[in-house]
Every structure is written in structure tokens, then in C-alpha cells.
């Protein structure tokens, strides 16, 4: 009865690998495409608008600084495959005001056509612990890294829909996945982006639209360098169990996840177990990727609880540590 039970089981996964192909989408082609990136000025932004550009997309950056827009476009036109590519620049804050997101991506489709690809990259992070971050940040996150990606996605999904073909890029990060100390503003923000993109996946998937969101780990970018001023203690040691990475790698993972269309986009081994731990009732592309999350949840379950077991020993360490300097300051 076992060996019955072990062939079936055998048979089905073999035809599940046979299946997967079939139903996984097609990928996109860039040459040629249209790709919008918001937060296209710097950072994994900047670094996914050269990737693109390097496969003969068309590139329209948008962002709030009109010259690092300026030099951006400079540095992605330096690898350009032929003489016929744009980098189109649009300076406009996409956290705003949807009418002016709207007007931009018109215009950005009247020069270049339809956006075939959208990149949300725009995005901000505010460390620090709960009672001590100001109150106002919490709302300026949810702007610009959960509104800054429902405003584009907004305007160019009913084109997508009507033509049936399209990807959306929601840049979320590990800190998406896992609440981390000192991130209670910036996780939530970046939690919520995968609660859009499932719900927006299971709208559109039917008309041949494909959303990806991206959690990629510490990269080595402008913004980084500047959190890291104000990052309180635990969070970087915290931080320094995985290793810095640098944007390029970053954008070429997100780039091929999105033109094939998958929901998940992960950087390295972190990446790869954070994503099957998290991956709850998210979509997946291939039938192949549901497996391997079926047989890895446990034994990555196990690893991810040492993990914590770190983090928090970080965490206390910290705290005995700042109660042994208030005493002696207190004596002194």
C-alpha cells in the first residue's frame, strides 16, 4: 500500500514538472518595450533602467530631482544597443497627487507608446523605535512606498488590461517579509505592497498582466548610505548577519523575474528561504516553484527560528548594555 501511495505520488510530481511550462506566462520581450521607472534617478532604479536599456528597451525615468535625472539619463544612454533608443526624463513627485502621475505617464505613452513595463522604485526609509520616530514619518512612508506605487500602477493599468499584456514591479524589501527592530514604519509600508500586489495579480492575471514584487536585501545605494546615519544599533547588527549587495545584482534578478513574469522576486539564499517562509496563499508562476516551497517550509521554518533566536540575543545584549552605561553615567 506505501509503494502504491509513493508511485502515485511520484507519478503526479512528474507530471506536475511535465505541466509547469505550459501554464507558466510568456516572457516579455524588451527590445523595444516601453519600461517606466519611478525612483529612476538613482539607486536599484537607475540600476534597473540600464539594465533594460542594455536589452533595447526604451526608458522613461521618473523622479523628483531634475538633475539627477539629467545625470541618470547621461549614464544609462552610455549603453544603448542602437541608435534608435530614448531615455525620456519626468520630474514629479508619484506620491502626491494621482492627477499628476496620471499626466506624466500620458505623456510619457505619447512619445513612447504604451507602457509595457512599469517599475515602482520610488521609495524612502525612516529607522528608529516606535516611541522615538515622529508620528509624521509613518505617514510620509505610506506616501511614497505604498501610494507612490498605487499612483502609477493606477494610470497604466486599464492600457495593460486593454491590450492584454503587461508587468508591474513593486519594489518592496526584506523588510516586507520580516518586521525588524526599528523598522515599525518602514515594514509596515513595505508589507503593504504585497497585500496590492496579490489582489491586483488575481484582477489581472486573466487579462495577460503580471505583477512581480521584489524583496531585495541591504543594497549598496544613496539611500542606504543616508539610513544609516540615524540607524539605531540593533538594527545594524541586525542587518550585518546577511551581506551588502550591490545594485546591479539586484536589478538584473528583478529584471528577469518580472519579464518572466514570476510574483516573487528574490535575492540570494536569505531571499530564497525568506520567500518560501512567507509565501502563504501568494500566487505562484509555475507549478515547480509551488513544490519547492512545499518541500523546503519545514526545514527552512528551522533555520529561520535560529535566526530569531539571534536577533532577539542581539536585541537584549543591546538593552544590558545601554542599562549598564545609564548606571555609570548615573555614578559618575
Do not use: W
Not at 545594524?236 to 528583478?254: D, R, W
Request: hydrophobic share 40%; glycine share 8%.
Amino acid at each position: 500500500m506505501l509503494l502504491l501511495a509513493a508511485a502515485f505520488i511520484v507519478a503526479f510530481v512528474l507530471l506536475l514538472y511535465m505541466v509547469s511550462p505550459l501554464i507558466s506566462p510568456k516572457p516579455l520581450a524588451l527590445p523595444g518595450a516601453h519600461v517606466v521607472v519611478t525612483g529612476g534617478s538613482s539607486g536599484i532604479g537607475k540600476s534597473i533602467a540600464i539594465e533594460c536599456y542594455k536589452q533595447g528597451a526604451f526608458i522613461t525615468l521618473v523622479a523628483r530631482d531634475e538633475n539627477k535625472l539629467l545625470q541618470a539619463k547621461k549614464e544609462i544612454e552610455k549603453h544603448s544597443i542602437n541608435d534608435k533608443q530614448v531615455v525620456l526624463c519626468i520630474s514629479v513627485d508619484v506620491s502626491q497627487d494621482y492627477g499628476q502621475v496620471e499626466n506624466v505617464i500620458k505623456q510619457a505613452q505619447e512619445k513612447l507608446g504604451p507602457v509595457d513595463m512599469l517599475v515602482n522604485c520610488a521609495g524612502s526609509s525612516v529607522s528608529g523605535k516606535f516611541e522615538d520616530l515622529e508620528i509624521n514619518y509613518f505617514e510620509r512612508l505610506m506616501n511614497i512606498n505604498y501610494l507612490g506605487s498605487v499612483y502609477p500602477s493606477r494610470a497604466v493599468i486599464t492600457t495593460m488590461k486593454e491590450r492584454r499584456m503587461g508587468r508591474i514591479v513593486f519594489v518592496s524589501s526584506q523588510a516586507g517579509q520580516l518586521g525588524l527592530y526599528g523598522y515599525t514604519a518602514y515594514s509596515a509600508s513595505k508589507f503593504a505592497l504585497r497585500g496590492l500586489a496579490e489582489a491586483l495579480q488575481m484582477e489581472v492575471k486573466p487579462y495577460n498582466v503580471y505583477i512581480t514584487i521584489a524583496y531585495p536585501p541591504d543594497t549598496d545605494t544613496p539611500g542606504y548610505a543616508e539610513e544609516n546615519k540615524t540607524k539605531p544599533l540593533e538594527t545594524q547588527l541586525i542587518s550585518e548577519s546577511s551581506s551588502l549587495c550591490k545594485p546591479e545584482q539586484v536589478a538584473k534578478q528583478i529584471v528577469k523575474d518580472a519579464t518572466q513574469g514570476n510574483f516573487n522576486s528574490s535575492i540570494g539564499s536569505d531571499g530564497y528561504m525568506l520567500s518560501s517562509l512567507t509565501c502563504g496563499m501568494s500566487p505562484v508562476t509555475s507549478i515547480t516553484e509551488g513544490l519547492q516551497q512545499i518541500v523546503t517550509m519545514g526545514l527552512f521554518r528551522t533555520i529561520a527560528l535560529f535566526y530569531l533566536g539571534s536577533f532577539d540575543g542581539i536585541i537584549r545584549r543591546c538593552m544590558i548594555q545601554r542599562t549598564k552605561t545609564k548606571m555609570v553615567d548615573k555614578t559618575a
